[in-house]
């Protein structure tokens, strides 16, 4: 009872339903394309408890898709986990991002929280909460954006590996996990630095489509990462620029 009464407490955060209300707006596409990737899974050739283990373990939707066609190519591993690699090299971002807002928690939480990190839950949370601080309500508020992101993924993926095998080809469901991520991209062009990642992002992938293996993926991958680093340090340096020439005019 003191277990379930902790969570009843937590999941009454206003800042934790707020959360997962921001995250509803997207939350269609993300379960398409959820969907998809699990029936993309199975239809690869892997077995449903191995892409069971992958969806709740793995829990990288780009990743899972960049290294399906290596997996059906029959590429070797290395270049595999080296693909799925460098896809997730943006987490350790995501995670130093995160770690004024969730340093003052105790470990495992730490753990579950990091875990739980994706791309929509970190720009909403970076959106709502720009500067962080010890405030409870912060890390509720990222624990309720996280949540719905988890369970909108998780839920559809979990039921396209278990219908993938009745799910005809037809169907086209790759061009509805297309138009579904499309929409998620286009909801984050009003960022800057996120425009610049994919614009670069996609030319090195067209231009560079002629590699085998899908490798055009991997240099689009960290093309766009080391584009986005430098764009955030070149604005973070143009910020810190403005902010020190509107005090000198105070102080004048």
């Not at 693909?83 to 495992?108: D, I, K």
């Not at 309500?137 to 719905?148: D, E, I, K, T």
């Not at 764009?231 to 910020?239: D, F, H, I, T």
Request: aromatic share 8%.
């Amino acid at each position: 009872m003191p277990t379930l009464a902790r969570f009843q407490t937590l999941f009454a955060q206003p800042a934790l339903r707020e959360g997962m209300r921001d995250m509803r707006a997207v939350s269609l596409g993300i379960s398409a394309w959820g969907l998809v990737t699990g029936v993309a899974m199975v239809k690869s050739g892997l077995s449903v408890q191995l892409a069971l283990a992958i969806s709740l373990f793995v829990f990288a939707g780009s990743a899972q898709l960049a290294a399906l066609p290596l997996i059906a190519a029959g590429a070797p591993l290395w270049l595999i986990l080296g693909t799925a690699f460098c896809v997730n090299l943006r987490f350790v971002v995501f995670s130093a991002q995160m770690r004024p807002y969730l340093e003052h928690l105790p470990r495992l939480r730490r753990l579950a929280y990091g875990y739980l990190i994706g791309d929509l839950s970190q720009v909403l949370m970076i959106r709502r909460h720009p500067h962080p601080n010890n405030d409870p309500q912060q890390a509720h508020y990222f624990l309720g954006v996280s949540l719905s992101n988890w369970i909108a993924w998780q839920v559809p993926s979990i039921l396209g590996i278990l219908l993938a095998q009745h799910i005809p080809g037809a169907w086209g469901l790759a061009f509805a996990g297309t138009l579904a991520l499309l929409g998620i991209v286009l909801s984050l062009l009003a960022d800057r630095t996120i425009a610049a990642v994919i614009v670069v992002a996609s030319a090195l992938s067209a231009l560079l489509f002629w590699l085998p293996l899908r490798l055009n993926l991997v240099v689009a991958i960290v093309g766009a990462l080391v584009v986005g680093m430098i764009w955030e340090a070149w604005s973070q340096r143009q910020l810190a620029t403005t902010n020190g020439s509107l005090l000198d005019g105070t102080k004048s």
